[in-house]
């Protein structure tokens, strides 16, 4: 479905971006569920889509709209399914719901079949059409894509979330994959044109119910807001998310893609882990459980058969504390942190006779890794370091980190 940044000056021709292919998020989760569903993911492959019982649906409860009596909005989806590479016959229903305006993509891979609802033709400027039937064929060249395997993985997923065991990273990448959806989308209806403002101006249209509407004063509207908590749409991202990715597409091609991925959700979200973010996460701890026990005094047996667990891979010999790397943590989520810091804080405290010096070489290694500040708090709060022994962990933190320079 379509439902419901930029300076000012003349509508600008698309440069970089110039083809349709499924976003990496995508091809990531898809990859994933292939591997590890691989008898699920077949059987889905193989169900049925359309056939008479759609027809007769169809003509039961829509307005077939003849190409000789509605000329206007078959040359936009022609032009439309032109610029994506559309080749199947492509067929355009008025719904007889009544409904606000909307456009929807009925997918059967032999056919393009888009049904228009509440008057949309009318609301729309032939540019704004155009993107609207770029945005709804866009779902079509998904699914069919690459054998149909992203149609499979979204049906994968969706099935996933009506059973009561689907473990919470599912329903995550079920969310997240849907708003990735129609991101996508967003990106066919940018194609179709070659402009941004038509497409935000159909967002708008849609959206508002307004025949007047400003995509130019809205994308830097867009451009003001805070995306770093990620979009907490279920079916759909917020408009003002899918108008910023618009530009961001525009102005940068594939260079934007990650910024648009993290827009969508923080990639290392502890709150709200996907699939992606699992297996990130888990890389991560077992990143830092390695590092962290090449340091001397976080070596002990305890500390190594712990990092271990983690799936670290412990060094054979300690090695200096500059051969770090020098990870920024400090850009993770709250909570993300917060668990790392227990992470450091378990290999420091495993061996319950363990000495100060370990939990200060926990919170040199954090030093290096720019998360001092939220392991303190962390032993603080957790351990009940008081004042003074706080002061005297940090100060020897500090002098194995300059020792070590």
């Given amino acids: 479905m379509f439902l419901p940044c930029c300076a000012e000056g003349p509508p600008r021709v698309i440069g970089v971006l110039r083809q349709l292919t499924p976003l990496p998020y995508h091809s990531a989760v898809t990859t994933i569920l292939e591997s590890e569903h691989p008898k699920a993911f077949a059987a889905l492959s ?8 759609l027809d007769q649906a169809l003509l039961r409860s829509t307005y077939r709209l003849d190409p000789t009596s509605h000329p206007g909005a ?3 989806l022609a032009r439309a399914a032109e610029a994506l590479g559309v080749t199947v016959p492509v067929e355009l229903y008025a719904g007889e719901s009544g409904d606000k305006p909307n456009a929807e993509l009925v997918f059967v891979p032999d056919r393009a079949i888009v049904v228009l609802t509440g008057g949309l033709s009318d609301l729309l400027a032939d540019d704004e059409l155009c993107a609207v039937m770029g945005h709804e064929l866009s779902h079509h060249v998904l699914w ?11 049906r994968l997923l969706e099935a996933s979330e009506t059973d009561a065991r689907t473990s919470g990273e599912y329903l995550e990448t079920a969310r997240r994959f849907r708003l990735a959806t129609e991101l996508y989308a967003d990106r066919g209806a940018l194609l179709a044109t070659g402009l941004v403002e038509p497409a935000v101006g159909g967002l708008l249209k849609l959206a508002t119910g307004m025949k007047q509407v400003d995509p130019g004063a809205y994308l830097r509207q867009a451009a003001e807001v805070d995306l770093t908590s990620g979009s907490a749409g279920q079916t759909h991202p917020e408009n003002v ?5 618009l530009q961001q597409w525009h102005a940068h091609g594939d260079d934007a893609e990650e910024a648009v991925a993290a827009a969508i959700g923080p990639p290392l979200d502890l709150a709200a882990l996907d699939l992606l973010g699992q297996d990130a996460l888990r890389d991560l701890t077992r990143e830092l459980a390695g590092q962290a026990t090449q340091v001397e005094e976080l070596r002990s047996p305890e500390s190594m058969e712990l990092a271990e667990r983690y799936g670290a891979e412990v060094p054979a010999s300690p090695a200096a504390l500059s051969e770090l790397t020098d990870d920024d943590l400090s850009t993770l989520p709250p909570d993300t942190r917060r668990y790392l810091c227990a992470v450091l ?9 363990a000495p100060r010096s370990a939990l200060a070489a926990a919170v040199a290694v954090a030093m290096v890794k720019k998360l001092d ?4 708090k962390f032993l603080v709060a957790e351990l009940g370091l008081g004042d003074r022994e706080r002061t005297a962990v ?7 980190v300059a020792g070590a320079a």
């Fill in 345 to 353: 804080a378990d290999l420091a405290t495993s061996d319950p006779d």
């Fill in 74 to 76: 078959h040359a936009q």
């Fill in 144 to 154: 069919t894509s690459e054998g149909g395997r992203h149609l499979v993985a979204s």
């Fill in 46 to 53: 193989s169900g049925p889509i359309g056939g008479d019982d």
């Fill in 394 to 400: 940090v100060a020897d933190a500090r002098g194995l």
């Fill in 373 to 376: 500040t939220d392991l303190v």
């Fill in 241 to 245: 998310l899918r108008s910023w990715a």
